[in-house]
């Protein structure tokens, strides 16, 4: 079985959607072995520059899971494959890049899921280490910094790591709980803050007033 086998019957039973199609004559098998020779460890997307060759019918849900054509695709080697060559651009779309084309995707939240977190040390010595879905292990600090988003549906926070460019992953639910358990109370620009440290940067979360009050 070929790497694309779990995605053929469904491309075939929805080639009629409307989409722009990235390198018809090609058709998707050649993106992918062209993903995969450009691919070996992280290439430098960032440098390239090809044409742009029409939207694919591909989207990332929040939850890291990859679709086709509406359909999940299961074979993890070719997701991983796929996130080697994922750029996002300053117009805030997010392309598959090869060196000689660039397709759309989309994207619902966030590129990757963090689904695990390691701490090392304490204090400002601290080191909060991730993995995302895909294998990305991701030192938070300076290069890869930690965002924090109100969630107004939950009352909660939405927390982002920075993975490379302009990919983000979101940190799952159960590794927000755990980094929560290494926040403390820290004074930033004479206000203070509920945060964490990592790679001697602060991250604040929420106002220390607004943590009293949930915890009220």
Known sequence: MTMTADLDNSREAKSDDGLARASDAAGLEALISRAARAGKGLPPVERWNPDFCGDLDMEIRPDGTWFYLGTPIGRMPLVQLFSTVLRKD????????????????????AHFVAVEMNVLGEGAGQVLTFRTNVGDVV??????????????????????????????????????????????????????????????????????????????
Do not use: C, N, Q
């Open 90 to 109: 300053e117009d805030g779309r997010t392309y598959l890049v090869t060196p000689v084309e660039r397709v759309g995707i989309r994207v619902v939240d």
């Open 139 to 216: 030192e938070a600090g300076p290069e890869h910094p930690l965002r924090f988003v109100d969630e107004p549906e939950t009352g909660g926070l939405k927390p982002y790591l920075l993975v490379r460019g302009r990919l983000e992953a979101l940190v799952a639910r159960s590794v927000m709980y755990e980094l929560v358990e290494h926040g403390e109370r820290i004074e930033i620009d004479g206000k203070d803050m509920f945060a964490v440290r990592s790679k001697g940067e602060v991250y604040p979360m929420m106002p220390w007033d607004r943590l009293e009050r949930l915890s009220a």
